[in-house]
């Protein structure tokens, strides 16, 4: 199966010295209809990851192809961004109008998308991220969630194969991240989209397909959430947590009492002692 998304053996450097490595000897291959999830403490490079996705930045060195398309090649920048949406921390750095439907379909006019069918994918992208009853309101006026979820419509009207997630929900409380992580799932597992979402929240990344670690600039570990989370005093020498329910398990097991090395989440820890008691 050919990589949607192929990093090849890529640096990036936000200036020429070799100090300022943001991101080292990096491959990667992401391939369609996945959920990425990419763990990393701050200045892990996951941010960079990200940007270099999207053709916000170009590899100093190595290279990266999206949908086929190489991000270096100036000619294929608009294709790459058509089929690679971005959505970042702040939700407000993305809202341009005064009404929530008018901003979604700011972006569909500077593509002179008809009329007919700019309406017909605001209301379908609303009804998607479960905000239809907010398409006359001032973003002013909605919760930080609400204002996430309007942020990934507007890159869902675009219709996107791919949508690269920075940090979506770090700015929001629990209630938000819920809702914009049940958003991002529905997107996934409903309409095929790909998804990476770089996060710091292991709950999170604990619902993806595969599990990216980061740090300083490397992948030092890739794989399922189970077989990254089991690894426990791993993720903790490079100042990561893991799921609650795998730090107590972990806790549990370290008194010699005999858990599974892969739970991720409180159900399966309820169960696991249950069969102990």
Known sequence: MEAIIRLNEIDYNYDTSQE?????????????????????HNGS????LAKLMNALYIPTKGKVTVCGYDTSDDDSVFDIRQRCGMVFQNPDNQM???????????????????????????DSVLDAVRMGKFSDTSPNMLSGGQKQRIAIAGVLA????????DEPTAMLDPVGRVEV?????????????????????????ALADRIVVMDEG???????????????????????????????????????????KDIINDEELVEAVCRLL
Do not use: W
């Open 158 to 165: 675009m219709q996107p194969k791919i949508i690269v997630l």
């Open 96 to 122: 341009v109008a005064t009404i929530v439907e008018e901003d979604i379909a700011f972006g569909l006019e500077n593509l002179g998308i008809e009329p007919l069918e700019i309406r017909k994918r605001v």
């Open 45 to 48: 490079g996951k941010s960079t």
């Open 181 to 205: 992580i049940e958003t991002v799932k529905k997107m996934n597992e409903q309409l095929g989209i790909t998804i990476v979402l770089i996060t710091h929240f292991m709950e999170e990344a």
């Open 218 to 260: 490397r992948i030092v570990n890739i794989g399922t959430p189970r077989e990254v989370f089991s690894k426990v005093d791993e993720l903790k020498s490079i100042g990561l947590d893991v799921p609650m329910a795998t730090e107590l398990a972990h806790e549990i097991r370290s008194l010699g009492f005999d858990l599974p």
């Open 20 to 40: 300022s490595v943001a991101v080292s000897s990096v491959s990667l291959d992401i391939y369609e209809g996945e959920f990425i999830a990419v763990l990393g």
